[in-house]
Nanobody, 122 residues
Framework: QVQLVESGGGCVQAGGSLRLSCAAS????????MGWYRQAPGQQRELVAI???????NYADSVKGQCTISRDNAKNTVYLQMSSLKPEDTAVYYC????????????????WGKGTLVTVSS
């Protein structure tokens, strides 16, 4: 069993900052790509940022310069530092990760967390 648990969401005023964390736990053999997605009310889930195991990053155009994704492989944790937040950044933020387990070390599956709500007020 593998779990991803996000934390760090909350309410913040426009212009503020938040740091989201997502910790993976369970029978993990290896973690490959880790990422953050978000889903605003009435909208589809969209990519925010992805980071590979070797720290190559990719960002959605809408968050370039505003968000920084990082990871700590020793802690099986991915972070998303968000700054200059705007009301349109309000969404549930989900992390995901491609993980192989001890039982199936050659096969990676994509796991999702349950999300953490970020609300930005104007």
């Amino acid at each position: 069993q593998v779990q991803l648990v996000e934390s760090g969401g909350g309410c913040v005023q426009a212009g503020g900052s938040l740091r989201l964390s997502c910790a993976a736990s369970g029978s993990i053999f290896s973690i490959y790509d880790m990422g953050w997605y978000r889903q605003a009310p009435g909208q589809q889930r969209e990519l925010v940022a992805i980071i590979t195991r070797t720290n190559t990053t990719n960002y959605a155009d809408s968050v370039k310069g505003q968000c920084t994704i990082s990871r700590d492989n020793a802690k099986n944790t991915v972070y998303l530092q968000m700054s200059s937040l705007k009301p349109e950044d309000t969404a549930v933020y989900y992390c995901n990760a491609d993980i192989s387990t001890i039982a199936t070390p050659r096969y990676g599956l994509t796991y999702w967390g349950k999300g953490t709500l970020v609300t930005v007020s104007s």
